[in-house]
């Protein structure tokens, strides 16, 4: 089993920038695809960026496209999330997860992954 724990989350003004980290542990190998994705208060959760272990091919939300920047580290087995220019509207519990399909399979669909942290909290304030 793949183990994940999420640090970096904080409170920012509006136009800051944090990032993310993802620990990740455990069998890895048939993990193909990583992602954060970010659940607000009363709101369903919804996926942010995925990038394929394999290759480093991405696909990100609208809504961060030009200002979040998901990579991965092999060499610290670290998933990470660069975001700049944070909007209140940031203002999320971030979560990564695993899933052991493609992302091009899968997408930002939340419930094709099987595998998450616990979640770190972003608030952006105006």
């Known amino acids: 089993q793949v183990q994940l724990v999420e640090s970096g989350g904080g409170s920012v003004q509006a136009g800051g920038s944090l990032r993310l980290s993802c620990a990740v542990s455990?069998?890895?190998?048939?993990?193909?695809?990583m992602a954060w994705f970010r659940q607000a208060p009363g709101k369903e959760r919804e996926g942010v960026a995925t990038?394929?272990?394999?290759?480093?091919?991405?696909i990100y939300a609208d809504s961060v496209k030009g200002r979040f920047t998901i990579s991965r580290d092999n060499a610290k087995n670290t998933l990470n999330l660069q975001m700049t220019n944070l909007k209140p509207e940031d203002t999320a519990m971030y979560y990564c997860?695993?899933?052991?399909?493609?992302?091009?399979?899968?997408?930002?669909?939340?419930?094709?992954?099987?595998?998450w942290g616990q979640g770190t909290q972003v608030t952006v304030s105006s």
């Open positions: 990038i394929y272990t394999g290759g480093g091919s991405t």
């Open positions: 455990g069998n890895t190998y048939r993990y193909y695809c």
């Open positions: 997860a695993a899933a052991p399909v493609g992302c091009g399979v899968i997408g930002l669909r939340p419930y094709e992954y099987n595998v």
